[in-house]
């Protein structure tokens, strides 16, 4: 079964991390280019990072960059996501994406909340 699972989500404070994870099974993730979208309660996904097949970092929102820090391994079928103080608006559904879109997890909560 060819599936995307995150993991790691939770509720923190203000300045608080996470570290999100995103294991692929049934396909081989270090075929893909993978993106980390995010999206908040009545708004649209926002793309947060996109990183290559190689493990480049290709792009971080603006509102991200400082902060988050996507990796991965493809050694273990894993993409991940380190978020480091936290802020309100970072409160989202996050989800890990193939760049083509073309499969998708059904993502992880991250709530930051005072």
């Known amino acids: 079964e060819v599936r995307l699972v995150e993991s790691g989500g939770g509720m923190v404070q203000p300045g608080g991390s996470l570290r999100l994870s995103c294991v692929a099974s049934?396909?081989?993730?270090?075929?893909?280019?993978m993106v980390w979208v995010r999206q908040a309660p009545g708004k649209r996904p926002e793309r947060v990072s996109r990183i290559n097949d190689r493990g480049e970092v290709t792009y971080y929102a603006d509102s991200v960059v400082g902060r988050f820090t996507a990796s991965r391994d493809n050694a273990k079928n894993t993409l991940y996501l380190q978020m480091n103080n936290l802020q309100l608006e970072d409160t989202a559904l996050y989800y890990c994406?193939?760049?083509?879109?073309?499969?998708r997890g059904q993502g992880t909560q991250v709530t930051v909340s005072a």
């Open positions: 049934g396909f081989r993730l270090d075929l893909y280019n």
């Open positions: 994406a193939t760049h083509n879109g073309s499969r």
